[in-house]
């Protein structure tokens, strides 16, 4: 690398340095948590971290809450599979006029029941 890319490399680094001490001072000034650091440089030092271990299998992760474009391309794929006066009847039972109307709390049962088109 020539030097002067070198130099330029340090004064972003600079820069970007500067920018985080001064967010954290006006962090500190008006009384907010100071938020942990995403990553940690490590130097050469320090042991390496050992690793974490899982959670247990006990424990299931949180279950996001569907959105309109999941079920849509759930729902287009079946109506392209040839089922589409059967979505159509879905939509009606969740008492809407079409998908975009749904209440977002019907999702998952909508889900469900597209899901059984076509497999029994």
Request: overall charge negative; hydrophobic content about 35%; glycine content about 6%.
């Given at each position: ?6 130099l330029?490399?340090?004064?972003e ?8 001490l ?8 008006s ?16 042991p ?13 992760p ?26 159509r ?32």
């Open positions: 690398m020539s030097r002067i890319k070198l330029l490399n340090v004064i680094d600079v820069r970007s340095l500067g920018d985080s001064q967010a954290l001072a006006d962090a500190m000034a009384g907010e948590p100071k938020e942990e650091p995403k990553k940690k440089i490590r130097t050469k030092e320090e390496k971290p050992k690793a974490q271990e899982p959670a247990p299998a006990e424990a299931e949180e279950k996001k809450p569907l959105t309109l474009e999941e079920v849509r391309m759930v729902l287009a794929e079946k109506s392209r599979a040839g089922y589409t006066a059967e979505v009847s879905l939509i009606t039972q969740h008492g809407a006029d079409r998908l975009s109307d749904v209440d977002p709390a019907e999702y998952e049962a909508l889900l469900s029941e597209a899901e059984v088109l076509g497999n029994g």
